[in-house]
């Protein structure tokens, strides 16, 4: 059977789940499948010279900017390679086709995508250019076969009480039911969700807990969305591996909405919530379709501590809309709440990204803003309504190192 390579090169430090996945649903129709990591790695001219297909994973922006480079060095080693980008941002540019960088993107739900251009190959050695797939499917999942990657200490770890543990990541489901409009999951989802089943959801747990893991971070856009099903794998969880914590991402909205809930998510082990709280202006809350106040963003950090659970926030404190004082205002929320060591610095730089597809597009506000699509960075460029406070936007994340949001 064909030979396939599959690469990642950034899933924000966790062991690659969009290697593992894929590598599961091949290996079961029959196909041999070598994987590679980019972020703890190099690549290896010989798996190169060994595969007759190769998949490159692409969750997040940059993921995908990091993909084409990759692409372009086994391009020069091997012109005929057929190549794949899979993932979330294979829907945000169509011109690797045009340009044929690659031969095929897909998004959505990929594994059955994947599996059918395969075996298109197999068919024919002409090399098929196509568009991305957004079909959600109909395909059962398998357990992600872990065997090849990188043990978990090459990746991020929880630090807790002054240990250091090791981490899994997972999945109970994919998409979202929401339309945040400067979200990629809306582009491709459109406001759709995939359950992933619970006993392949707790047998990756497993795998992970026996390769050392004591913490496990649930990836999913959403882990509410779907709430029935998220509480019965965090009880499964609880149940089986008892001393094992975790950390789920959700809504500011849900975490009001679904109170009674978060009592028994403690005792489950939910020891942190990552919620995108974006901006404390609610202009820019409407503008990103948020579904919250600044206000909630507050009373859902209270809720949170009366069960023992943080929550550690995002921001994307520089958008069109943006000014000085908004971000003194992040500041603050962060000062007064106590959150300084809850968030990560880079949320302090993040710029809004504004991809082709993106939900912004259509929107009225954001128009007198935009610029030039900039190929490389895959985003189109935009500047901030005072013009001062632009340059003072582009010193201010030169000198923090800025980096693309997670999603």
Not at 86 to 115: C, F, N, Q
Not at 131 to 143: E, K, M, N, P, V
Not at 252 to 261: K, M, N, P, S, Y
Not at 385 to 390: C, E, H, R, V
Request: aromatic share 8%.
């Amino acid at each position: 059977m064909m030979r396939v390579l599959l690469i990642s090169t950034y899933e924000l430090g966790h062991q690659p789940l969009q290697l593992a996945s894929p590598t599961a649903a091949l290996e079961v129709a029959g196909y041999q499948v070598r994987t590679t990591d980019l972020s703890v790695g190099q690549l290896d001219p010989a798996k190169i010279e060994w595969a007759e297909a190769l998949g490159v994973s692409v969750p997040m922006h940059t993921a995908m900017r990091l993909a084409i480079g990759a692409a372009e060095q086994i391009r020069a080693l091997r012109p005929e390679l057929p190549i794949c980008f899979y993932g979330l941002y294979a829907a945000v540019t169509d011109d690797l086709i045009s340009s044929e960088k690659v031969d095929r993107l897909i998004a959505g739900e990929y594994e059955p995508e994947l599996l059918e251009w395969i075996e298109t190959l197999g068919d024919s050695s002409a090399r098929q250019l196509a568009a991305s797939s957004i079909d959600l499917g109909r395909h059962g999942f398998q357990t992600p076969n872990r065997k090849e990657l990188a043990p978990l200490g090459r990746y991020a770890r929880l630090e807790r009480d002054g240990e250091e543990q090791l981490a899994g990541y997972v999945e109970a489901s994919h998409g979202c039911v929401h339309k945040c409009r400067h979200c990629p999951v809306p582009v491709v989802y459109n406001g759709r969700i995939r359950i992933v089943e619970s006993s392949v959801v707790l047998a990756d747990v497993a795998q992970l807990v026996a390769a050392g893991a004591k913490h496990i971070t649930f990836g999913d856009p959403d882990f509410l969305n779907g709430v029935k099903h998220s509480m019965n794998v965090a009880r499964e969880l609880h149940r089986d591996f008892p001393e094992v914590t975790f950390d789920i991402t959700t809504k500011v909205e849900h975490i009001l909405e679904q109170r009674e809930i978060w009592s028994d998510l403690s005792e489950c082990g939910c020891l942190f919530v990552v919620s995108a709280f974006e901006s404390m202006n609610p202009e820019i809350l409407s503008h990103l379709d948020k579904g919250h106040t600044a206000e909630e963003a507050v009373q859902a950090v209270a809720l949170l501590r009366e069960h023992g659970i943080e929550i550690r926030p995002s921001w994307l404190p520089f958008t069109p809309w943006a000014t000085p004082q908004d971000i003194l205002d992040m500041f603050d929320f962060v000062i007064d709440n106590e959150m300084v060591g809850n968030v990560d610095p880079v949320h302090y730089t993040i710029r809004l990204l504004v991809p082709k597809g993106s939900l912004l597009l259509d929107r009225p506000e954001i128009a007198p803003h935009l610029v030039d699509y900039d190929e490389d960075r895959l985003t189109y460029e935009w500047q901030a309504g005072d013009p001062s406070w632009t340059s003072s936007m582009v010193n201010w994340q030169r000198s923090s190192r800025p980096t693309s949001p997670p999603r």
